[in-house]
């Protein structure tokens, strides 16, 4: 009986998972063919708030592994969706702190998109990280925030890594306006469920698992989410930090090829 067996859909972080930057884990392209070979279904889930489906569907099938852009699951994509689950958005606005991609995210779901002075009447205020945030979006924000917009932020990493050390991400831009504006945004990635509540109904029923290399992120957000979790040791966590965390995983594997 391997881990494989116990579940029928799998959920896998990116990198430290299934490649650092740019080189593939080499369990990872055998384990994961097998296991549509099982018939299992996958999904790819990144906290990225890009629209960046096919970038990433792109560079896993660079790396040899089989990846259709519709098994991305982006906050960006995660957000959208679970606004559309749980609100009417018929004839509704929003303001977006955040780049094209997770606007385009928001018109997909049927919100309008506004900006300057009608957006200070938004109905909803989305945050996304992004390299083009100044304090005139903060103030923007601050002003539908205060006068009754939903709040959502595709996720609360502080940082992303890059090649010079880690760089301010979508946390960072939200603490501005959260600070600002005294409320709190409701997150959608990972950890938080609504991520895996949007992979569920992309999934349908069935034993779900997350794999990934996060403590923080991947384990807690599994967890919290009541599906089964499997830490890999290829990305930043050790063994011994996992048998010790708060968070324990249901299953320790060396990388992905332990699922087989
Ligand atoms: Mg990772």
Request: charged fraction near 25%; proline fraction near 5%; charge should be negative.
């Amino acid at each position: 009986m391997s881990i494989a067996d116990l579940f029928d859909h799998f959920l896998f972080d990116l990198d430290g998972c299934l490649y650092l930057r740019d080189q593939v884990i080499p369990a990872a392209p055998p384990t994961l063919a097998e296991l549509r070979r099982r018939g299992k279904k996958i999904l790819f889930v990144t906290n990225d708030p890009r629209s960046v489906r096919s970038f990433y569907a792109e560079k896993l099938n660079r790396l040899g592994i089989e990846a259709r852009a519709e098994e991305v699951l982006g906050c960006g994509w995660a957000t959208a969706a679970y606004l559309q689950e749980h609100h009417d958005l018929a004839g509704k606005t929003v303001f977006v702190v955040g780049p094209e991609g997770l606007m385009e995210e928001m018109r997909l779901v049927g919100l309008r998109v506004v900006e300057g002075v009608e957006a200070k009447n938004a109905d909803f205020v989305v945050v996304g990280g992004h390299a083009g945030f100044n304090y005139q979006e903060m103030m923007i924000a601050n002003f539908a925030l205060r006068n009754g917009a939903h709040f959502y932020t595709t996720n609360r990493d502080a940082t992303f890594p890059t090649p010079d050390g880690p760089v301010p991400a979508t946390g960072a831009c939200l603490a501005g306006i959260e600070v600002a504006s005294g409320l709190s945004a409701i997150s959608i990635g990972k950890p938080e469920p609504g991520m895996y509540e949007v992979a569920r109904s992309l999934l349908g029923s069935g034993r779900m698992v997350m794999v990934g290399d996060r403590l923080d992120s991947d384990i807690e957000g599994g967890k919290r989410a009541g599906i089964g979790t499997v830490l890999v040791l290829t990305g930043v966590t050790t063994r011994e930090e996992a048998i010790e965390s708060g968070w324990r995983p249901d299953f320790i594997v060396e990388d992905v090829g332990g699922l087989l």
